[in-house]
């Protein structure tokens, strides 16, 4: 067969494999390389360990269903890095010990005013690790982009250090296997002999108080050294519960870098860095009309693509406006949905310290004004309630003045740094009050 048959040949499969699975495929598969393709084996070339083990993982059966379908017959699939990266011992014992996803990287996360301070101290920390925040430790809800900037940290983090990476639950039962097995001094040489030590959702050390106690030590042997500590949880240290003392002082130690619920304008653009990621086109009008559904978190939002995604598939359609509505239309399921405006309510008068019967009053001063305005602008932004029914909420007010209100406040929130913080913090107590 001619070269160019044999290309022709793997851009089809690489085409087709697009197709039978287009929610794992990715805009770097255009790189992907045809290493050999002969005696009924195809070898795939990369660009790095990460992808590799993506294409591994993720990959495989339909590589394998594609190649058959476009060759004929069965063909053993293998995917290998090609290039000339560093293949430094170093590098290869981090991916040994864990696995990077590829598209948890910096140039793929989307910075907003939710989550700044969390990503530039990220930045700094891979840039000069023990050298900044020492430990650096990021918190906030599930789905908020917290795995995927440690991940991007460890892409980033020079070569020629070990970094150690795992999720707090690995920890405890590595430990709890150590002792176990009698091996306790195994257990602990593997991670103080690490230039950076990261952990995800520390949180789940709360109550496990031999876990909790290794971990100090393992802390303190790192942080004396200068290691560099990286942690994550779904709280800040004082409020994972039954944590020692020791352990939350030392958790703050450093930086501790909030996340919170993205805003809209942060929303969008990471619709469409997903998109742009499995390559796929959608509209502003389409971003912008999942990121009014979706909310709270942007595990939810990435999964509203996928739908669209799939049901664009099925129905060999492309992504348009009438595909979203039918696909969304009024029966989405979102967390946006759990919340009520009693909720919001309720935040914004313990803020203000003001009474609902005052916010449903026709008293006009200042301090009654601005929080009755803000309960209407969160409830427009955060509820599925139209206008006539937040205004029935707050004493009966029509929709042109809800509709003032919001676009009053959403000025503000633009132009006054204090307005923006104060509707950030409230939209987090918001999205974080329990459904009941
Ligand atoms: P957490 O660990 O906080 O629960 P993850 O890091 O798993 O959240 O994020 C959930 C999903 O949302 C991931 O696919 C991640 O890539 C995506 N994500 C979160 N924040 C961002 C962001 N700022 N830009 C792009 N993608 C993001
Ligand atoms: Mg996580």
Redo the contacts with the bound molecule.
């Keep these: 067969m001619a070269i160019q048959d044999v290309e022709q040949i793997f851009a089809d499969i690489v085409a087709r494999a697009r197709r039978l699975d287009a929610h794992n495929s990715r805009n770097w598969f255009d790189q992907l390389r045809l290493v050999h393709l002969n005696g009924g084996s195809l070898l795939i070339g990369c660009q790095d360990h990460a992808r590799r083990q993506y294409l591994e993982d993720n990959c495989g059966k339909i590589f394998t269903l594609a190649a058959q379908q476009i060759t004929g017959h069965l063909v053993t699939i293998g995917f290998t890095v090609e290039n000339g990266e560093k293949t430094d011992s170093a590098v290869s014992l981090r991916q040994r010990q864990f696995k990077l996803h590829p598209?948890?990287t910096f140039d793929?996360?989307?910075?907003?005013p939710?989550?700044r301070l969390a990503?530039a101290s990220c930045i700094a920390v891979s840039q000069s690790p023990g050298n900044t925040y020492n430990p650096l430790f990021l918190y906030?809800?599930?789905?908020?982009?917290?795995?995927?900037?440690?991940?991007a940290v460890c892409h980033t983090m020079a070569p020629g250090g070990v970094i150690a990476f795992l999720s707090c639950e690995e920890f405890v039962n590595g430990f709890i296997q150590a002792i176990e097995h009698g091996n306790l001094a195994g257990f602990q040489d593997q991670f103080r002999t690490v230039n950076a030590l990261v952990i995800?959702?520390v949180q789940f050390l709360s109550d496990r108080e031999q876990s909790q106690e290794e971990f100090f030590h393992t802390f303190n042997a790192l942080y004396n050294n200068s290691r560099q500590i990286i942690l994550?949880a779904?709280s800040s240290p004082a409020d994972i519960p039954a944590l020692e003392e020791r352990l939350i002082s030392r958790f703050s130690w450093g930086l501790v870098a909030r996340?919170d619920p993205?805003s809209h304008d942060?929303r969008v653009?990471?619709l469409k860095?997903?998109a742009n990621l499995r390559g796929l086109e959608i509209s502003d009008e389409v971003a912008e009309y999942i990121a009014r559904k979706v909310r709270a978190?942007?595990?939810e939002?990435?999964g509203a693509l996928t739908t669209l995604q799939a049901n664009a598939i099925t129905k060999n359609t492309e992504i348009t406006m009438e595909l979203a509505s039918a696909t969304f239309g009024s029966e989405f399921e979102s967390s946006a949905r759990n919340i009520n405006i009693t909720d919001i309510i309720d935040v914004v008068t313990r803020h203000y310290d003001v009474r609902l019967a005052d916010l449903q009053s026709k008293k006009r001063s200042q301090s009654i004004t601005m929080p009755r305005q803000i309960c209407m602008y969160l409830a427009r932004n955060l509820t599925r309630h139209s206008l006539e029914e937040i205004g029935g909420h707050l004493g009966g007010r029509d929709h042109t003045t809800v509709m003032h209100a919001c676009s009053k406040i959403g000025d503000a929130e633009k132009s006054d740094p204090k307005i923006h913080a104060t509707i950030t913090e409230l939209t987090r107590q918001v999205v974080q009050t329990p459904v009941t």
């Design positions: 598209d948890y793929n996360f989307v910075v907003g939710c989550n990503h906030g809800n599930s789905g908020l982009g917290k795995t995927h900037l440690l991940h995800d959702d994550s779904d996340i993205p942060t653009a990471i860095k997903k978190n942007i595990r939002l990435e």
